[in-house]
């Protein structure tokens, strides 16, 4: 066959994939430089460092409390986590139990609490004794956090440990069986050590979101003492009516979240090359 | 490849912010402008619309009735002066903080702040006010059982403020003197209802609210009120004069022709103190 040409329709010009890949990153570098040439030419400079990096009250907000604050925001998300990872490891192996009304259970639990959010967990926890009168959660407000925000990060938890039990291919049960295992002892010392190497990048990412979620406890009333990063930046903002403090306080999150990404990262790649 | 289109996306997404807040800033000397002609009629961040800046829940000031519907003193008030501009008023739930410390007007997400806020040299340096509109005093709430009536009475126990308001710093300044903990709370409900279920042994608040919880919470009595010698203002933007001038007008002819009374009325039960 010979191919038609109708008159006045030139064939399309083809531009080469180099060519054509070519102009895209042509057009990508352009729109990066207009972005950044509004941003310098619409900025107000002066006001962006009065408002957010005043040093004066950096130094104030970098000596008057900030390491306390840090530390407890460190201890509100560690205690919360250990508690979170405990309850998790529970929750996956009910989820994966012959007992039937184990496996409810424990889906039950972590639909609830994973609908939930944790703002609003924290609260019902802080005001728990309206309902028992005389109850008190002890080590206020930590034992409070703890309770709220582990009990949340353990339906997440519960989820992913259940995925890294399943992904330990089944012949290593099979083996610790056949050389005479106990199912609970080879749960114990084949499948959950393997388990929890798979699921120790996503266990540190859910670290790192309740890091952040840490911040949430203003709502259940905290002391001076017991003030976490974000309650201590919004409360020392406040006196100043200026945001300097909360920029600090936003930036030291990343002290803690920054270096476990990273960490993430590592054993990510390490992960794959060992595959 | 992939690796610079995202870094272009999030670099124009930061951009996009900053000029946003750049076009923010470009638009207040407008407004500043405006102001400072002979004939001042306020921008509006929203084109027919005073929106206000408020803070839930706070009875009788500014909370939801039971249909849903913002209403309160502070509503009625500023209802007054959204028709004084031939406008609706629109309102908009936010933090506290925001609205003292001008946040909320710098970010243009209202034109002025009714949120039952007590005019303070520190508030001042960071929003204009109005007039006083209210004058209130700081109560405190115990448990009916406790017999509580004096801070005295409260050593060694916990106090809840709170955060950012007056009752705070009251309660704090006063704290090292009786020898209680200051715990802050994000509301006053629930700085109140830890009252109820026990945990702390008191709160601060201003009267208006604390009384009206301990009239719905029989459990609960106000202890003492304190006096603290407090206004509430409206706020709004250091440079907007022109609303300022427009708020206070309201203000003053509703004292002066009765419908400050009637809504003082309306929402305290009792007639305006002269």
């Given at each position: 066959?010979?191919?038609?040409?109708?008159?006045?329709?030139?064939?399309?010009?083809?531009?080469?994939?180099?060519?054509?890949?070519?102009?895209?990153r042509?057009?990508?570098?352009?729109?990066l430089?207009?972005?950044v040439?509004?941003?310098?030419?619409?900025?107000?400079?002066?006001?962006?460092?009065?408002?957010?990096?005043?040093?004066?009250?950096?130094?104030?907000?970098?000596?008057?409390?900030?390491?306390?604050?840090?530390?407890?925001?460190l201890?509100?998300?560690?205690?919360?986590?250990?508690?979170g990872?405990?309850?998790?490891t529970?929750?996956?192996?009910?989820?994966?139990?012959?007992?039937?009304?184990?496996?409810?259970?424990?889906?039950?639990?972590?639909?609830?609490?994973?609908?939930?959010?944790?703002?609003?967990?924290?609260?019902?926890?802080?005001l728990?004794?309206?309902?028992?009168?005389?109850?008190?959660?002890?080590?206020?407000?930590?034992?409070?956090?703890?309770?709220?925000?582990?009990?949340?990060?353990?339906?997440?938890?519960?989820?992913?440990?259940?995925?890294?039990?399943?992904?330990?291919?089944?012949?290593?049960?099979?083996?610790?069986?056949?050389?005479?295992?106990?199912?609970?002892?080879?749960?114990?010392?084949?499948?959950?050590?393997?388990?929890?190497?798979?699921?120790?990048?996503?266990?540190?990412?859910?670290?790192?979101?309740?890091?952040?979620?840490?911040?949430?406890?203003?709502?259940?009333?905290?002391?001076?003492?017991?003030?976490?990063?974000?309650?201590?930046?919004?409360?020392?903002?406040?006196?100043?009516?200026?945001m300097t403090?909360?920029?600090?306080?936003?930036a030291?999150?990343?002290?803690?979240?920054?270096?476990?990404?990273?960490?993430?990262?590592?054993?990510?790649?390490?992960?794959?090359?060992?595959? | 490849?992939?690796?610079?289109?995202?870094?272009?996306?999030?670099?124009?997404?930061?951009?996009?912010?900053l000029?946003?807040?750049?076009?923010?800033?470009?638009?207040?000397?407008a407004?500043?402008?405006?102001?400072?002609?002979?004939?001042?009629?306020?921008?509006?961040?929203?084109?027919?619309?005073?929106?206000?800046?408020?803070?839930?829940?706070?009875?009788?000031?500014e909370?939801?009735?039971?249909?849903?519907?913002?209403?309160?003193?502070?509503?009625?008030?500023?209802?007054?002066?959204?028709?004084?501009?031939?406008?609706?008023?629109?309102?908009?739930?936010?933090?506290?903080?925001q609205?003292?410390?001008?946040?909320?007007?710098?970010?243009?997400?209202?034109?002025?702040?009714?949120?039952?806020?007590?005019?303070?040299?520190?508030?001042?340096?960071?929003?204009?006010?109005?007039?006083?509109?209210?004058?209130?005093?700081?109560?405190?709430?115990v448990?009916?059982?406790?017999?509580?009536?004096?801070?005295?009475?409260?050593?060694?126990?916990?106090?809840?403020?709170?955060?950012?308001?007056?009752?705070?710093?009251?309660?704090?300044?006063?704290?090292?003197?009786?020898?209680?903990?200051v715990?802050?709370?994000?509301?006053?409900?629930?700085?109140?209802?830890?009252?109820?279920?026990?945990?702390?042994?008191?709160?601060?608040?201003?009267?208006g609210?604390?009384?009206?919880?301990?009239?719905?919470?029989?459990?609960?009595?106000?202890?003492?009120?304190?006096?603290?010698?407090?206004?509430?203002?409206?706020?709004?933007?250091?440079?907007?004069?022109?609303?300022?001038?427009?708020?206070?007008?309201?203000?003053?002819?509703?004292?002066?022709?009765?419908?400050?009374?009637?809504?003082?009325?309306?929402?305290?039960?009792?007639?305006?103190?002269k």
């Amino acid at each position: 066959m010979s191919a038609i040409t109708v008159e006045g329709v030139r064939p399309k010009k083809k531009t080469s994939p180099r060519k054509r890949a070519q102009r895209i990153r042509f057009v990508q570098y352009g729109v990066l430089a207009l972005v950044v040439l509004l941003a310098v030419l619409f900025v107000d400079g002066r006001q962006v460092s009065s408002a957010f990096f005043r040093l004066d009250l950096i130094e104030k907000t970098l000596t008057q409390g900030l390491p306390l604050a840090f530390l407890n925001t460190l201890a509100m998300t560690g205690g919360a986590f250990v508690v979170g990872l405990v309850l998790g490891t529970v929750l996956a192996l009910m989820r994966l139990s012959q007992v039937a009304p184990y496996r409810w259970l424990s889906m039950i639990y972590i639909e609830f609490f994973r609908g939930l959010p944790a703002l609003i967990v924290l609260m019902g926890f802080s005001l728990v004794s309206l309902a028992f009168p005389g109850l008190r959660i002890p080590l206020d407000p930590y034992g409070t956090v703890w309770l709220g925000l582990g009990l949340v990060s353990s339906a997440y938890i519960a989820e992913t440990i259940r995925a890294g039990i399943q992904a330990v291919p089944k012949g290593q049960v099979e083996a610790a069986r056949s050389l005479g295992m106990p199912s609970g002892m080879a749960t114990r010392r084949i499948v959950l050590p393997q388990a929890f190497r798979i699921v120790t990048p996503p266990l540190t990412n859910e670290l790192v979101a309740l890091t952040k979620d840490s911040s949430l406890v203003y709502v259940i009333g905290l002391t001076a003492t017991s003030f976490d990063l974000t309650k201590y930046g919004r409360a020392m903002s406040n006196t100043y009516s200026n945001m300097t403090p909360l920029v600090i306080a936003g930036a030291t999150y990343l002290l803690i979240t920054l270096p476990l990404t990273f960490l993430v990262r590592r054993m990510e790649a390490r992960g794959a090359r060992a595959k | 490849m992939k690796r610079l289109l995202a870094l272009t996306a999030a670099a124009s997404a930061l951009a996009l912010t900053l000029t946003g807040c750049a076009n923010y800033s470009s638009s207040t000397t407008a407004a500043s402008s405006v102001a400072g002609s002979s004939a001042p009629a306020p921008t509006l961040v929203a084109a027919g619309k005073l929106t206000v800046c408020t803070n839930l829940s706070y009875k009788p000031f500014e909370y939801k009735d039971d249909s849903g519907k913002v209403v309160g003193f502070d509503v009625d008030l500023m209802d007054l002066a959204a028709k004084k501009l031939g406008v609706t008023q629109d309102i908009v739930d936010i933090e506290f903080q925001q609205i003292t410390s001008g946040a909320a007007f710098a970010a243009k997400k209202c034109d002025a702040g009714a949120a039952a806020i007590t005019i303070n040299a520190d508030r001042q340096k960071a929003t204009a006010f109005s007039d006083p509109y209210f004058s209130a005093t700081q109560a405190l709430l115990v448990p009916a059982s406790s017999g509580v009536t004096d801070l005295s009475a409260l050593k060694g126990k916990v106090v809840g403020v709170q955060t950012d308001t007056t009752g705070q710093t009251y309660a704090q300044n006063n704290s090292t003197q009786y020898g209680y903990t200051v715990k802050v709370f994000d509301d006053f409900p629930s700085s109140a209802n830890a009252v109820l279920a026990g945990t702390i042994d008191a709160a601060i608040n201003d009267n208006g609210v604390v009384y009206n919880f301990s009239k719905d919470n029989p459990k609960t009595v106000v202890g003492t009120e304190f006096k603290t010698n407090e206004s509430y203002g409206f706020s709004m933007a250091t440079d907007n004069t022109a609303l300022q001038s427009v708020v206070n007008g309201v203000l003053a002819s509703a004292k002066s022709d009765g419908t400050y009374n009637t809504i003082y009325k309306k929402w305290f039960g009792v007639d305006a103190p002269k």
